[in-house]
Nanobody, 119 residues
Framework: VQLVESGGGLVQAGGSLRLSCVAS????????MAWYRQAPGKQLDLVAS???????SYADSVKGRFTISRDNAKNTVYLQMSSLKPEDTADYYC??????????????WGQGTQVTVSS
């Protein structure tokens, strides 16, 4: 199983970016997908998560600005980020909770994509 992220970059404050994460390989199902971020010198924090039933949750710091979504047919999770602030600058990581087989559940991480918001 491999997770490939894309969509990071440099944007001015107030701008928007969309991150994508595609899961490839052989697996049974994906109960949950999420985005985490880690700013320089800080801990890894959960940004948003989404279940297979499209139930979502967000960190308070991004509520109303970020939207997580998923395309189950494409095994892809997205993070639409709007009204970006300099404090959103971080490395963003995709996280997938996956049934690899009907009885083996594993967690996978993407390689990370950098988001830089300039003031």
């Amino acid at each position: 199983v491999q997770l490939v992220e894309s969509g990071g970059g440099l944007v001015q404050a107030g701008g928007s970016l969309r991150l994508s994460c595609v899961a490839s390989g052989t697996f049974f199902s994906i109960p949950a997908m999420a985005w985490y971020r880690q700013a320089p010198g800080k801990q890894l924090d959960l940004v948003a998560s989404i279940t297979s039933g499209n139930n979502t949750s967000y960190a308070d710091s991004v509520k109303g600005r970020f939207t997580i979504s998923r395309d189950n047919a494409k095994n892809t999770v997205y993070l639409q980020m709007s009204s970006l602030k300099p404090e959103d600058t971080a490395d963003y990581y995709c996280n997938v909770d996956m049934w690899v087989t009907y009885r083996e559940r594993r967690e996978y991480w993407g390689q990370g994509t950098q988001v830089t918001v300039s003031s």
